[in-house]
Each structure stands twice: as C-alpha cells, then as structure tokens.
C-alpha cells in the first residue's frame, strides 16, 4: 500500500528506519475478538391502526348491508305478491264468465247474485290494484309480443291499421313492468 493509502485508511505509514523507505505492511495473523453480542436494531413500534379509517370502513360495510337486505326483501315481496296474483287471475276470468253468463239471460241481469259477484270482483281488482298490479286491456294498441298473446289474426276492418289490437279476449295483468300474465288478442292484419 502507498503511504497515502494506509492514512486513508487510518494506520500511519510503515517506515524502514535503517533505509529510511516505506515497507510494504506485512499481513498479520488476525485474532478472533471476542465475541460480541450482536446489537439487535430494536423494532420500530408497531404503527397504531388508523381507528377513524376502521370506523369508517365499518359503518361504510353495514350501509351496505343494509341496502343489499332491503333490495332483498323489496324483491322477495314482489316475488310473493306476483306469485299470489297468478293464483288468484284465474278466479278472477271466472268471475268474469259467471257474470257474462248470468247478464246474458234477461231474467238475471238485475238479479241480486249478479250484483253480489260484481261487488266481489270489484273489490279483488281493488285489492290486486292496491299492490301494484293492474289489468292490461290494450285494445287499439300496437300488437307487443312481449305484452299480448295472439291468438288469431283478421284481415284489418274500420280503418284499423295492420299490427294493431282490435280484439281482447282475456285481459293482461302486469305489476309494475313485469307481465304477470299476458292479453290475449286479437291482431289485424
């Protein structure tokens, strides 16, 4: 090593004192020290949790929550209500064809049974209106296949135009925009 070396490196120069040169520095025998116990770097604490961003998550989840039971409860209940309403449709034609049945002989029309099934009708239509279910009669409409049932089509009559609904033979029910059941009719064509 060069003299500037061995200061750089904290050890002055060795030096020939009979020649008065620099010597190259003879490698010596390193003694093991003894041991020392390694300094163990102490751990930085541990950061404390951000509570008020836990808290947030939190309620944020439980809004959530909330909001997803009461999609599904709103949907269970439309389920339940659609269910019931196609139970109760084919009690309602009936009611229907009691009364055309019984208007249609002149002794009947203004017979009080006719009055107490027209009463009854009246009030299940109330009740089935009340939660959202309406009858669909569409007669004059635009023929929808996904509204009307056709069952026949006719040649188009009285200015009707073609594609149009000039016939009804059992009326649609529909909750909201679902079809419960659809019109039967009939199409000009």
């Known amino acids: 090593m060069s003299p500037e070396q061995d200061i750089k490196h904290g050890q002055p120069p060795a030096v020939d004192e009979t020649v008065g040169e ?12 003894a041991a020392e116990p390694e300094a163990v770097e102490a751990e930085p604490a541990p950061e404390e949790p951000d509570y008020k961003d836990k808290w947030l998550r939190a309620a944020a989840e439980l809004d959530n929550v909330r ?5 599904d409860v709103d949907v269970a209940q439309t389920r339940g209500i659609a269910r019931l ?12 064809r009691a009364l055309a049945a019984a208007e249609s002989q002149p002794e009947n029309r203004d017979h009080h049974l006719t009055d107490g099934i027209r009463l ?3 009030e299940l ?10 009858p669909d009669s569409p007669k004059g409409e635009r023929f929808d296949p996904h509204r009307h049932e056709a069952i026949a089509q006719q040649p188009a009559a009285d200015g009707a135009e073609p594609g149009t609904i000039i016939e009804v033979y059992s009326a649609g029910y529909r909750h909201g925009e679902d ?4 019109a039967k009719v009939v199409v000009a064509g």
């Open 22 to 33: 620099t010597v190259p520095e003879q490698p010596q025998a390193v003694e093991p020290e």
């Open 67 to 71: 909001k997803r039971a009461k999609r």
């Open 85 to 96: 309403a196609r139970e109760l449709l084919p009690a309602l034609d009936n009611f229907e």
């Open 120 to 122: 009854v009708q009246t």
């Open 125 to 134: 239509l109330a009740a089935l209106a009340r939660v959202g279910i309406e």
């Open 179 to 182: 079809v419960l059941r659809p």
